[in-house]
């Protein structure tokens, strides 16, 4: 547990170096580097890095991702990929069959989008019909990462001293039901807190955040996040291995530790666009 949290604490130190101090364009080349590593990660778990094609093909695609928008130029990238899916397949003498193309497509493009979320939260304000400023693209990612890795950490603690019954034996033998409860009541906390410190030392006289909305947002991100761990869980058990990786002592690899940011992330850059979380 003692290594699990140095890497946490590590990790976040270096997550919030990123996204508060670092340049503009540095998380779209900290998520760029992410992604392939978790397409490379996801790759050796279903077997497709026999196909050392494929897998540069599918790298440099999710690579280029985070720096491109859907205009021409992102069109045109997603086209030549798709393409060169279609070319790899027809070329190698049927050891790559359409069922292979298709998973690989799926995982690199669903990792790919779903990490590309957090510059999507960061690049909000941009939008222009939300009256947002970069400030709240920042408060935003940060309650991305609450919701993803606060409720993580609200599962392991309650359900590590009070978990007694499973709550998916078949897929994650140590997740109960009071872990997740616990992890649900974290993030709840987390969100109203963050919201209360964002309201008052930051936005100030300028405007207010919706408690009741990020009340019920705290909510469904943190059965998302739920969600997003189990269905890690779930592949790397028909996968057959414990980890994607080991590039975080403790936590595993790439997709170990943002499975759970995968699915939150997009859910609040949807919800912002329909629910005022923040109001002006």
């Not at 604490?9 to 392939?36: C, D, K, P, Q």
């Not at 990462?145 to 978990?163: K, P, Q, S, V």
Request: aromatic content about 12%; hydrophobic content about 55%.
């Amino acid at each position: 547990m003692v290594k699990r949290i140095i890497t946490g604490t590590i990790g976040l130190a270096v997550f919030a170096a990123v996204v508060f101090w670092g340049s503009h364009i540095l998380l779209n080349i900290a998520i760029s580097v992410i992604v392939v590593i978790a397409v490379y990660e996801a790759f050796i778990a279903t077997g497709f890095i026999k196909s050392k094609l494929l897998f540069i093909g599918s790298a440099a695609f999710a690579a280029a991702v985070p720096f491109l928008r859907l205009d021409l130029i992102g069109q045109l990238v997603l086209t030549a990929y798709i393409f060169f899916l279609f070319v790899v397949m027809l070329t190698s003498g049927r050891v790559i069959v359409p069922q292979d193309i298709g998973l690989a497509f799926f995982l690199t493009t669903a990792l790919s989008l779903s990490f590309c979320s957090m510059i999507a939260l960061r690049d909000i304000y941009d939008h222009p019909a939300l009256d947002l400023t970069p400030g709240d693209g920042l408060f935003l990612l940060v309650l991305a990462a609450i919701g993803a890795w606060g409720t993580d950490a609200g599962g392991y603690f309650a359900g590590r001293f009070l978990g007694r019954h499973k709550m998916a034996p078949d897929i994650s033998p140590k997740k109960t039901v009071e872990g997740a409860i616990g992890g649900v009541i974290l993030c709840e906390l987390l969100f109203l807190v963050s919201g209360w410190i964002y309201s008052i030392y930051f936005l100030k006289e300028a405007g207010t955040v919706s408690y009741v909305v990020l009340g019920g947002l705290a909510v469904v991100c943190a059965l998302a996040s739920m969600i997003g761990d189990l269905t890690a869980s779930a592949i790397k058990r028909t996968c057959g291995i414990k980890d994607f990786g080991n590039l975080f002592p403790g936590h595993g690899g790439v997709l170990d530790r943002f499975d759970s940011m995968l699915a939150v992330a997009p859910i609040i850059a949807i919800a912002v666009q329909i629910f005022p979380i923040v109001v002006r």
